[in-house]
């Protein structure tokens, strides 16, 4: 069960520098509704030779050669892909860069932000959909699946979604995060 001060325990352990130690960064985006912490996650769309496609996963991308750092990178990747602006939000920091196993030498840089609203989402081609879910409920959530008819893995049950692989680390990062003293 996660504490009731998720937030503000994830928060006093992130680090505050972005560096550019990354080729990617996602936002991982929080907002509350009616008191319950919520968590934005994104289906990708489906894509023939994209190792992501048709996963869920939170927005984001690629750093580009223009971007002035990983800050700039989520901030245009997650407004590219669903209309936030993550400047009206909050950054909260960001966790430690994770490598991708589906893409040898992919670094990725996870940022947490937290919404002061909920905001007008509108998703690009790139996405197939996105949901916010109770963070709580990712806890109680943990099983296993064959994902994609090949991988037999641990995964977070989310409607009738699964996260898995990259993302599915990401969130247990994030939760040992909110739980761990």
């Known amino acids: 069960m996660l504490p009731e001060d998720s937030l503000e325990r994830i928060r006093t352990k ?9 080729k990617a960064a996602v936002g991982v985006v929080f ?36 971007d002035n750092g ?28 994770m490598g991708s196993t589906a893409k040898r030498g992919m670094t990725v840089l ?24 109770p963070f709580r409920d990712l806890v109680n959530s943990r099983g296993r699946a064959l994902v ?6 641990d995964v977070f049950h989310v409607g009738d979604d699964v996260v898995w692989g990259l993302t599915y680390r990401m969130l247990e990062r994030l939760i040992k995060l909110a739980i761990d003293d």
Not at 14 to 22: E, I, K, M, Q, V
Not at 70 to 94: A, M, P
């Open 110 to 133: 996870p940022m947490v932000f937290l919404m002061d609203e909920e905001p007008e989402i509108r998703t690009n081609e790139e996405l197939a959909y996105y949901l916010w879910t």
């Open 70 to 97: 990983l800050i700039e990178t989520v901030i245009r990747e997650v407004y590219e892909e669903t209309n936030i602006d993550l400047r009206s939000g909050h950054f909260l920091g960001v966790m430690d860069l």
């Open 14 to 22: 992130l680090r505050s520098d972005h560096g550019d130690a990354a």
């Open 31 to 66: 907002k509350r509704d009616k008191g319950v912490l919520e968590l934005l996650l994104v289906k990708r769309a489906e894509v023939t030779g994209d190792p992501w496609s048709g996963d869920m996963a939170f927005p984001g991308g690629k750093k580009c050669p223009d």
């Open 148 to 153: 994609k008819n090949r991988y037999d893995t």
